[in-house]
Structure formats: structure tokens, C-alpha cells
């Protein structure tokens, strides 16, 4: 049982239904077969509600399954339902076809096998399910804690300018997917990427983006112009400038990349500002990490509101400035946008306070002078931007600015770069 300690610790008694600074006591009833096999039942008694609330965790089993060192657990649903044999699942389509509806919840092979690196599972019905240890592991909840669902390098403007990253050129970008793959991997450790020598029309930017992704078309068009006229009721329509921020706040699922092409600027100002949102986060976390829990936890509203004669729009939408997956806690997501956020009346009276101070914090790492990068979009230059984590804004401007661009599906670009066997995504 010592073995599992470290386990019970780390794996199962934190992210279900806990405040994270609830103390609980644990009654972990633990029943051990002749062949390894744990059964095991734990209660939880909370000690600030003082309710008792019960988890029960049955038929966890490890038929001694220690890979490289490392106890593994599995349930016997589980392992029923990941069948890969022919009849459970189709290698042709990569789907199941077990019924997972229809499997005993108290299943339990009816004899537990292990031949050299396989596990061979032999079930009450005769059915047999094979496991390779390798997949098994590849496959646990061990292997996805230690692995990064995006593996990423955090920036400052120091660390992204001594890195030295290289824009991609049009013409090979187009041609080859070698130029592609090294967009895309920098894409995806910065969160932005530049593809340069792009002819300097619309057509030649759709084109770009076409080669990683989808373009999402929104209210604003598929592929969109604008310059500082006003056409719609938004500040990115006019010459001031605009702080950090991240767009499209008001979706529930914000728009995975920005694409901008500067077509012409015949004027003063307007350059670009890029922060690193995850990097600011990081930051957070590690000063202050009950900050950096309210702003994952408090769900807030953003809102796009439009009444023009051409336009009509009421877009809102709920959600965290943070989003972190919960067995790792890596931040994958940031909405940041301090002028689409609506009235705040999603956070109870007594966390008001603790929110604005937890969203000042945040703020001053992300106003840190050190963390800014700023570049002049010129002609020819494309940039994307990760819009769930690197914040962009503008300097003030004069004279005729135009600028090009869209969105991008984020679902896509990741089944892109995972296409050509990109490395740090899961
Ligand atoms: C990019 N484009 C100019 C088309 C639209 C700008 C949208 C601006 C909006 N406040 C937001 O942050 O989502
Ligand atoms: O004008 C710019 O450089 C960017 C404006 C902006 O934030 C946007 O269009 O989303
Ligand atoms: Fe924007």
C-alpha cells in the first residue's frame, strides 16, 4: 500500500467537488486479492461544511501493473470499454463500438493474465480484451499528468527576441510542408508566428491562412478589412489606441487565432503590442496562487453590443479570465478584454472585492513594460496570434491605416499540426 501513497495524494483527493483549501478526512476501505487486484471505498467527511459527503471509487484494479517504475491504476469499466478488438472497436473509422451503456458497472474479469508485456483480460462473457503495458501507459492518467497538452515556451519581450525566431517566407510557406511545420511549431511554443514576402492583397492573405486552418467567420465577415472609419460600432474602428486585450471575449468559445495583414499605413504610430498572456498567468499563479484560483473560478460576462442602421448584434457570453485543466493545472485559456466586459453580476457581493483585486494583479503583470513586444506591421508581413493566450493592442495612429484579417478555427490548426506529426500536443 505504501507504494500507492503518493498516489492516493496526488491523483484522486483534489479536484473532486473540493475547495481547494477545504480540509477533509478520508476513510479509505481497501480490499487487496490474492492477485494484486484493489478494490477500495473511501468516504469523505468535509470538515468546514461538516456534512458528510461520500465518494465511492470501486473496482479500481491493478493486476500489478508496474511500468517503468510506475503503479498505474485501472478501472475494470474502463478497461472493458477501451477494448481494441475487432468487435469493441473499428481501427478503420478510430471508433468505439463497445456499448458502453450495456457493460456491468461491477464487471470484473474472470481471470486477469499477464504474458511478457501484455495483459490479456478474459471477461464473464468469454469476450478477451489484449492490452500492450505501452499502450496502457501511453493511454493512463499518469502518463497525461506529465505530459503537456501544449507544450509551450513563456515570453517576455527579452526571451522572444533573444530566441531569434524566424518568420516563415510565403513562397516556401505555400510550397512545402517542412516550412509549414516550422510555422507551426513556433506558432505553437509562442503563440504567434509571422509568415512574410505575402503579396500584399486579401486574396493572397486568405490564401495564407487556408494552408493552416479554417477561417471562422463571425459578424465582422470571413475575411475582413477595416481602417479607422467607424463602419462599425467598435473601437478597433477608429485611430486611438487600444490597450492589451484578447478578442472576441463575448463567444463561449473565443476565436482560436487573429490573423492581421497591414495593407497600407501612410502615417505616425500605430504599431502592434503582443503580451504573453500564459506568462503573466504563470507569474500569478506563483505569487499568488488563491489570485490566480478566483480568476479560473469566477465566471464572468463579456458583451458585443451593435445598433447601428447596418448592423445589429447582442453577443454575451460567461466564462473565467483563467481556464486551466484540472490534472494539471496548464492554462490554456485567457479572456482578457476590459472593454467588452460587461456588468459584473455573476460574482457573489462578499468576492467583488477579491475578484478586482485579483484582476488588478493579473493586470499589472501583464502592464509589465518587460513583457511587452511591440512590432510595426508593414506590407507583406502576417501575423497569427493565439488569441486564447497571446493579448495584442495598438498604438494610437494617423493618416490611412488598413488593415486585413480573420479568424481561424483553433480545432483545425492543432488537427494540422498534429497531421504533420508535431511534437508537445496532445
Ligand atoms: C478584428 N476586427 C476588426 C474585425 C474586429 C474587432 C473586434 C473588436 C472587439 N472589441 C473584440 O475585441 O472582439
Ligand atoms: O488595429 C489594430 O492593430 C488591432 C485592432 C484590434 O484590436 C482588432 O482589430 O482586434
Ligand atoms: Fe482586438
Not at 274 to 281: E, P, Q, S, T, W
Request: proline share 4%.
Amino acid at each position: 500500500v505504501s507504494d500507492f501513497k503518493g498516489f492516493f495524494t496526488s491523483h484522486y483527493f483534489h479536484p473532486i467537488g473540493m475547495d481547494a483549501d477545504e480540509t477533509v478526512s478520508l476513510n479509505v476501505d481497501v480490499f487487496i486479492d490474492t492477485e494484486g487486484q484493489i478494490d477500495m471505498t473511501v468516504r469523505r467527511q468535509s470538515l468546514i461544511s461538516s456534512s458528510l459527503q461520500c465518494i465511492i471509487l470501486r473496482g479500481w484494479t491493478i493486476p500489478r501493473l508496474n511500468y517503468r517504475g510506475a503503479p498505474m491504476l485501472f478501472n475494470y469499466v474502463w478497461l472493458r470499454d477501451h477494448c481494441r478488438s475487432a468487435s469493441s472497436f473499428n481501427t478503420a473509422t478510430n471508433q468505439r463500438n463497445v456499448d458502453t451503456g450495456s457493460i456491468d458497472l461491477s464487471i470484473r474479469p474472470v481471470r486477469t493474465n499477464l504474458q511478457g508485456d501484455n495483459l490479456i483480460l478474459t471477461w464473464p462473457d468469454g469476450h478477451t480484451t489484449e492490452y500492450s503495458l505501452a499502450w496502457l501507459f501511453e493511454n493512463s492518467y499518469e502518463k497525461q499528468k506529465q505530459t503537456p497538452v501544449q507544450r509551450r515556451i513563456l515570453w517576455n519581450a527579452d526571451v522572444y527576441n533573444k530566441a531569434h525566431v524566424q518568420p516563415a517566407k510565403w513562397e516556401k510557406f505555400m510550397e512545402t510542408d517542412d516550412e509549414l511545420k516550422k510555422f507551426l511549431r513556433n506558432y505553437l511554443l509562442y503563440g504567434i508566428a509571422f509568415v512574410d514576402e505575402v503579396p500584399n492583397t486579401v486574396e493572397a492573405t486568405e490564401a495564407v491562412t487556408q494552408r493552416a486552418s479554417l477561417i471562422r467567420e463571425t459578424t465582422y465577415g470571413k475575411m475582413w478589412c477595416f481602417t479607422s472609419d467607424f463602419s462599425r460600432g467598435d473601437t478597433a474602428y477608429s485611430q486611438l489606441a487600444l490597450d492589451r486585450h484578447t478578442d472576441t471575449s463575448y463567444f463561449h468559445e473565443p476565436c482560436g487565432i487573429q490573423v492581421f495583414h497591414c495593407l497600407k499605413h501612410e502615417g505616425t504610430g500605430g504599431r502592434t503590442l503582443l503580451v504573453d498572456g500564459f506568462y503573466a498567468a504563470e507569474q500569478l499563479r506563483q505569487k499568488s496562487p488563491e489570485n490566480f484560483e478566483l480568476l479560473a473560478r469566477v465566471p464572468i460576462r463579456h458583451e458585443y453590443i451593435e445598433n447601428t442602421d447596418s448592423h445589429k448584434n447582442h453577443i454575451t457570453a460567461i466564462g473565467p479570465v483563467l481556464q486551466a485543466y484540472p490534472w494539471n493545472n496548464e492554462v490554456y485559456m485567457m479572456r482578457y478584454n476590459n472593454y467588452d466586459r460587461s456588468v459584473m453580476n455573476t460574482v457573489p457581493p462578499d468576492a467583488v472585492q477579491r475578484w478586482y483585486v485579483a484582476h488588478r494583479e493579473l493586470t499589472a503583470e501583464l502592464r509589465r513594460p518587460e513583457n511587452e513586444l511591440w512590432v510595426k506591421l508593414t506590407p507583406g508581413k502576417v501575423i497569427f496570434i493565439d488569441n486564447w493566450r497571446v493579448l495584442h493592442g495598438r498604438e494610437s495612429f494617423t493618416g490611412l491605416r488598413q488593415l486585413c484579417g480573420c479568424y481561424l478555427t483553433r480545432d483545425d490548426v492543432l488537427s494540422t499540426a498534429r497531421c504533420l506529426g508535431l511534437e508537445g500536443l496532445s
